[in-house]
């Protein structure tokens, strides 16, 4: 056992504070890793204030993890000490089942093991994650790090990258297709990036004016004010796919209406109930699908990695120290960030763990 410096969350009603905890000695198969940046996701928030109904306290939030391998387990032969690495939304597997012999260990049938806020499956003890100095995970979850990419900025790739990378590759999104954005937050200015980056031809949907410039900043070909019926109607059955992020409920039928005949809407922000409820001739009438996409197997994450560094593409952050996480949640909470806050971990020395 080695003791870990962190900040957690004790209660629903409470603020992150400092937190100390013992992580475990690795496995043969396990690589320790000395943390160097932390994403914060607004996953992250949700667990620390229970929204969900799933959380168990104390817990250390984090997924986004950018750091250096310290050790490494008898049997590992991917990573060796110094190399720098990644960890993001989870840290295992059954590995056996269909999709984790696919690499979608996303959609393993016995459930995936998170980052943190998990049983671990050996020892039952509850996953801590990267809001830490340090952590400990099997390779086979490891991501290594491409020569050139920016470790801070490449941290929300982890979470906000994977989850609009997956559906556009898996959905086979090329050259000549068309696709809409919807939404421009942490995952939109992410999926506006890799869109482009596989040729398409990019629109972002957004309700606010104030929106247009930042999107055609970050490579939008259009701009689309979504609560304009007239701008609505002029995008009518024109597009191949709908990357749809935005996180509360929102009225699908008009964009779904934008779509061409076997276009398809993915979802990747809402997790609540579709309301108000999607009218079946939207769908019916012109072959369409409404999908929904979770995060991203551990081989397509590396090949996201891999494609970032090669094409320079970042995800725009805000650097923080960890002393003010929770200004940081206040702040995103507000939509007060563009587009992603990111822990210096190395603040962490700066305060005495309780």
């Known amino acids: 056992m080695s003791q870990t410096r962190a900040f957690a969350a004790h209660a629903a009603d ?20 000395e943390i160097l940046y932390c994403g914060v996701c607004h996953s992250d928030l949700h667990f620390a204030r229970d929204d969900w109904g799933m959380s168990r306290y104390p817990v250390v939030p984090g997924h986004e993890i950018v750091g250096r ?7 590992v032969g991917k990573f060796q000490v110094g190399d720098l690495v990644g960890v993001g939304c989870m840290v295992d597997s059954c590995r056996h089942c269909q999709p984790c012999r696919d690499g979608v260990e996303q959609f393993c049938l016995e459930g995936f093991t998170m980052t943190y806020g998990s049983d671990d499956r050996h020892d039952g003890s509850l996953t801590q994650g990267g809001y830490s100095d340090s952590i400990v995970v099997s ?3 490891v991501l290594r790090m491409p020569e050139g990419i920016d ?17 556009l590759r898996h959905y086979g999104v090329k050259a000549g297709h068309k696709v809409g954005v919807i939404g421009m937050g942490g995952l939109g200015h992410m999926g506006v990036k890799l869109a482009k980056a596989l040729g398409a031809e990019v629109t972002v949907f957004t309700r606010t004016e104030a929106k247009v410039e930042e999107a055609r900043h970050h490579g ?5 004010i979504s609560g304009d019926p007239e701008q609505m109607a002029a995008v009518a059955e024109t597009f191949d796919f709908m ?14 209406a934008a779509l061409k005949y076997d276009g398809t809407h993915i979802l990747v922000g809402l ?31 590396q090949e ?20 003010d996480i929770n200004t940081a949640f206040e702040r995103m909470q507000k939509g007060d960030v563009r587009y992603r806050f990111v822990i210096d971990m190395q603040s962490l020395k700066k305060t005495d763990a309780a």
């Open 14 to 33: 409470q603020p992150l504070a400092a937190f100390t905890f013992e992580r475990r000695q690795p496995r043969p198969d396990d690589v320790a890793i």
């Open 69 to 75: 391998v310290t050790a490494v387990g008898d049997e």
């Open 139 to 141: 390779e086979h979850f």
């Open 151 to 167: 470790l801070a900025s490449a941290a929300p790739i982890l979470c906000a990258g994977i989850t609009t990378y997956s559906p």
């Open 220 to 224: 939008a070909d259009h701009v689309v």
């Open 243 to 256: 990357l749809d992020t935005v996180p509360v409920q929102h009225d699908l039928n008009p964009y779904l």
């Open 271 to 301: 997790l609540d109930p579709i309301e108000p409820a999607i009218e079946g001739f939207n769908l019916v009438f012109k072959r369409r699908v409404l999908a929904g996409s979770l995060i991203g197997g551990v081989p397509e994450t």
């Open 304 to 323: 996201l990695l891999d494609l970032c560094a090669e094409q320079g593409i970042t995800c725009d952050v805000e650097m923080i120290d960890i002393q």
